[in-house]
């Protein structure tokens, strides 16, 4: 808890020293592990900004921050706005200084990093380093796509406004959003895991060890479905879901394309609504 209170101070400072000469410039800071050499479980929740995640050696993790700059923003939203006109007449004369507060809470706790937003969010880009060894959960809403590179673990990525790409992960892969591509590629599975790949509107784009076993279920609604892999279909028919509320009657169909992988496994699902799959054998 120590670390709880410390950071959040450095980046306070960070960020206000830098304001103040009007720079926009990352925020490097460096979290210590209370267990080094053991695995590592990093959770980063975000409102408004990227997060990229990737390996490093050493028994620490990195974060680096980098606050968004919001002046062409401010100056193009002004057009036009009667409450931005107000403001300007009572601003005459006067210049307006950045507010690039990260506004983010770090704490370590057993190997358990967590990085958040506090009070008001402001949108910022997050540059993390971990050891290799280290599950990740990852999430953001606006403003920037969600990657990692290299990680070993448990890997959960979901993003709103945005694209996703975990690329020569191994381990377990759940990547969700809504607005953006699905990219991951894994160079070892584990075995016992499923696997989740799905968007509303994008495409889904995934490579799998070519010795991977599982049960196929892939859906593109408004797109077409791709793969070198020998997959042996299953005939099957549409899954049918009926409700009744009062004399209202709704049926709803749905039809997944469905397989095993080199004789079957834990699901493996790769899901859009409009997009493309693809699903290559590494």
């Known amino acids: 808890m120590r670390i709880a209170r410390i950071v959040p101070m450095i980046l306070t400072l960070l960020v206000w020293a830098a304001t103040a000469r009007g720079e926009v410039q990352p925020q490097r800071f460096v979290v210590p592990l209370s267990?080094?050499?053991q695995p590592v479980k990093l959770e980063v929740s975000l409102?408004?900004?990227?997060?990229?995640?990737?390996?490093?050696?050493?028994?620490?993790?990195?974060?680096?921050?980098?606050?968004?700059?919001?002046?062409?923003d401010h100056d193009r939203d002004s057009d036009g706005d009667s409450g931005r006109d107000r403001e300007?007449?009572?601003?005459?004369?006067?210049?307006?200084?950045?507010?690039?507060?990260?506004?983010?809470?770090?704490?370590?706790?057993?190997?358990?990093?967590?990085?958040?937003?506090a009070g008001i969010p402001h949108e910022v880009t997050l540059r993390i380093q971990v050891p290799r060894n280290t599950s990740v959960t990852l999430s953001t809403v606006n403003g920037g796509d969600i990657s990692v590179e290299?990680?070993?673990?448990?890997?959960?990525?979901?993003?709103?406004?945005?694209?996703?790409?975990?690329?020569?992960?191994?381990?377990?892969?759940?990547?969700?959003?809504?607005?953006?591509?699905?990219k991951v590629s894994i160079s070892r599975l584990d075995s016992s895991a499923a696997l989740s790949f799905a968007t509303f509107n994008g495409d889904v784009d995934v490579t799998l060890p070519s010795s991977a076993r599982g049960n196929?279920?892939?859906r593109s609604d408004r797109g077409e479905i791709y793969t070198d892999f020998d997959v042996q279909l299953l005939a099957?028919?549409?899954?049918?879901?009926?409700?009744?509320?009062?004399?209202?009657?709704?049926?709803?169909?749905?039809?997944d394309v469905a397989g095993k992988l080199n004789g079957g496994g834990p699901d493996i699902q790769l899901r859009t609504f409009n997009g493309d799959i693809y699903l290559h054998k590494r």
């Open 236 to 255: 099957q028919g549409p899954k049918v879901e009926q409700h009744k509320n009062g004399s209202r009657y709704h049926l709803e169909v749905e039809q």
């Open 35 to 37: 267990r080094p050499g």
């Open 216 to 218: 196929l279920h892939m």
């Open 88 to 117: 300007s007449r009572r601003t005459a004369g006067m210049h307006r200084l950045p507010n690039r507060s990260l506004g983010l809470v770090v704490e370590e706790d057993a190997n358990h990093v967590t990085v958040g937003n």
């Open 150 to 182: 290299g990680l070993e673990g448990t890997i959960e990525l979901n993003n709103t406004n945005g694209g996703i790409t975990a690329k020569d992960v191994a381990g377990s892969v759940v990547a969700h959003t809504t607005n953006g591509d699905v």
């Open 47 to 72: 409102i408004s900004g990227g997060i990229s995640v990737v390996p490093r050696s050493g028994n620490d993790v990195i974060v680096e921050a980098v606050p968004e700059d919001d002046d062409a």
